[in-house]
């Protein structure tokens, strides 16, 4: 089951019309309307393989801790975006955004139940496993 949440409505109806496109069964995927930290709280402990996050940055610890109870044992958390097209690198970029992506690689790395990678893909994706 794929579930999907977001604010946007033209989100949503895009995201629609790909699943439909893309020939996936009816009751296969959910899309849920509403601000995802204000969604997450209602979603099932423990009943998830995959969460993806790409939202405000300032709400990544939210979204770590939400999954971490979403989802199953072997289950992944991954972040777009993390490496910032290279700025979380770079100790000159202070803006808001690469400061808390540089807080959510240390979260990430201080969690003993993940085990993580940053992959160089993009702008960079921070994918971490629930032990």
């Known amino acids: 089951m794929l579930t999907s949440i977001d604010a946007e409505t033209e989100h949503q109806r895009l995201a629609k019309a790909s699943i439909a496109e893309a ?3 009816s009751g ?7 601000r995802a930290l204000e969604v997450l709280p209602r979603l099932s402990d423990a009943a998830y393989d995959l969460v993806f996050c790409d939202a405000n940055r300032s709400e990544n610890h939210e979204y770590l801790e939400a999954s971490l109870r979403l989802l199953r044992p ?3 958390v991954v ?3 993390a ?3 290279g700025k ?3 100790p000159s970029a ?3 955004d690469t400061v808390a992506l540089r807080e959510l690689a240390k979260a990430v790395r ?6 993580s990678a940053a992959l160089p893909v993009g702008q960079g994706l921070l994918a971490a496993c629930l032990t």
Do not use: Y
């Not at 296969?28 to 509403?34: E, K, P, Q, T, Y």
């Not at 201080?110 to 085990?115: A, G, K, Q, T």
């Open 23 to 25: 020939g996936v069964q």
């Open 94 to 96: 202070r803006d808001a």
């Open 28 to 34: 296969r995927a959910r899309l849920i309307a509403g």
């Open 74 to 76: 072997g289950g992944l």
């Open 88 to 90: 979380v690198a770079d």
């Open 83 to 85: 490496l910032a097209g």
């Open 79 to 81: 972040f777009a975006g």
């Open 110 to 115: 201080d969690e003993p139940r993940l085990m």
